[in-house]
């Protein structure tokens, strides 16, 4: 039988984010934060993070229908232009 492999991150981490593996860290979609993605941004919080990706407005920057990276390779689901991706896979594009 095959065993599932431990992550290196929380079970929260899987609601909200995606575990790098290699890392061992949660990365979070937009407007979340923390180390497993469970705490809300603030709109300052979320604003500043828009301004450093060089978006003019908030409601530019967390748009649903953002494309994502090489459509997640059908390994996570595209949320805001985030790969959210399934246990096992990670990186910017689910790869």
């Keep these: 039988a095959d065993k ?3 992550s290196k991150c929380s079970a929260e981490c899987f609601k909200s984010g995606t575990c790098n593996e290699e890392l ?4 979070c979609v937009k407007g979340r934060k923390g180390k497993d993605c469970s705490e809300s941004m603030s709109e300052p919080e979320l604003e500043v993070v828009c301004k450093e990706q ?4 908030i409601s530019e920057c967390i748009k649903f229908e953002q ?3 090489n459509a997640c390779n059908r390994r996570g ?13 990670f990186g910017s594009d689910c790869s």
Aim: charged share 20%; with cysteine.
């Design 4 to 6: 599932i492999k431990k």
């Design 24 to 27: 061992g860290r949660c990365d």
């Design 54 to 57: 060089f978006y003019p407005k």
């Design 67 to 69: 494309p994502c990276l």
């Design 77 to 89: 689901l595209c949320y805001y232009g985030f790969c959210k991706c399934y246990p096992g896979f």
